[in-house]
């Protein structure tokens, strides 16, 4: 095996280096940029749990021939001057996360950003890193409630890029942070901020991507988490049981996956009488294909013409600053030790700053 270089220099000071992925999406909303795309994410036997040979031939055969095309024409419906939102808000939120952290920790710490599947590349972002000086590095998925399909798959290109390098940093890991308070502030106040500006809807629709229901039973938590998540924020938005709803979407081919379906509960619910529902994705950091097209416009759609009469879709965090405050809170916690002594804490931070305020 010929392993990768990087820059290395004996008695080179600590450098801390943090990397946030996401999910991916293609470079351009089109069927060509589209079928790479999609043949990575859905070769991915930690998205996919069949027997290789026969998903092997159901992809080649009956997907990668024409689900690109079909595809292509939902990102269009989302894409902005500056390309994918979700690459935009990724890096948006890359930039604010190092202004973040190395004001709280009087640091210069080195905040970089990747996609699980298309570019920039986990291994591409580590490259980066490393040769910027990084020896001590932090991990954080993009993805609060843990999934192997997400989470543990994003450690997979990690660990598969860690195997081609001679030289590696010291790492650390975030599996996920779906009860995390400062988490869920954010989303409460985007909530709150959302029903002032509009007004409260009869329903709050708590939306996770699904999973088949098989990957709960053999024991992936991710439903458990994302139930956790949609507890603790009605308890704080005072909301009972008939307030809020928790559903999955996008689900994909003919088995059974994780219910109810948002877009069954929607249409459920509108011919019930219900006029008004606001969604939230709280699994989702940043907005995207699932977010911006698939419950924006397509559950919109469905909601409407079964009777209802109101739809809010709330937007995903993104660069807001309580979520950015949220992530850099995650990383610090995962830093200690990292930081030097001589730094203040992100505890001290905030007194030097009321002080100052204070005078």
């Not at 999609?38 to 080649?60: A, G, T, Y």
Request: aromatic fraction near 10%; proline fraction near 4%; charge should be neutral.
């Amino acid at each position: 095996m010929k392993f990768r270089t990087q820059a290395f220099q004996h008695g080179q000071a600590r450098r801390i280096g943090v990397l946030i992925s996401n999910l991916g999406s293609p470079t351009q909303p089109t069927a060509k940029a589209l079928r790479p795309y999609l043949k990575q994410f859905l070769s991915d036997p930690r998205v996919i749990e069949v027997p290789r040979l026969l998903w092997f031939l159901i992809l080649n055969l009956f997907i990668l021939p024409f689900r690109p095309k079909k595809s292509a024409q939902a990102y269009r419906e989302v894409w902005t001057e500056q390309g994918s939102p979700l690459a935009l808000h990724t890096a948006n939120q890359a930039a604010a996360l190092q202004q973040r952290l190395s004001a709280r920790s009087q640091q210069d710490i080195v905040v970089d950003w990747a996609m699980r599947y298309g570019e920039p590349s986990i291994g591409s972002a580590c490259q980066r890193l490393l040769d910027s000086g990084v020896d001590h590095l932090l991990v954080l998925p993009l993805y609060p409630q843990y999934s192997a399909s997400t989470t543990a798959s994003s450690f997979d290109a990690l660990s598969e890029d860690f195997r081609q390098r001679r030289w590696l940093p010291q790492l650390r890991f975030i599996s996920g942070y779906h009860q995390q308070q400062a988490y869920i502030d954010a989303l409460v106040q985007s909530i709150e901020q959302h029903w002032q500006q509009h007004g409260r809807q009869q329903k709050l629709i708590f939306s996770y991507h699904g999973l088949p229901l098989r990957y709960l039973h053999a024991g992936d938590p991710y439903h458990c988490f994302c139930l956790q998540t949609s507890r603790a924020v009605a308890e704080r938005l005072a909301l009972g049981e008939d307030e809020y709803l928790s559903c999955f979407q996008s689900r994909f081919g003919r088995e059974t996956w994780l219910q109810p379906y948002t877009d069954f509960e929607l249409k459920r619910l509108a011919k019930e009488g219900c006029e008004s529902v606001s969604v939230i994705c709280p699994g989702f950091a940043a907005d995207c294909l699932e977010t911006l097209e698939e419950i924006k416009v397509e559950n919109r759609d469905y909601f409407l013409e079964a009777g209802g009469k109101e739809f809010h879709y709330i937007a995903a965090l993104n660069s807001d600053d309580k979520h950015i405050d949220a992530l850099a809170e995650l990383c610090l916690d995962n830093l200690q030790g990292w930081i030097s002594h001589d730094s203040t804490s992100s505890e001290r931070y905030d007194q030097h700053l009321h002080n100052k305020i204070a005078k």
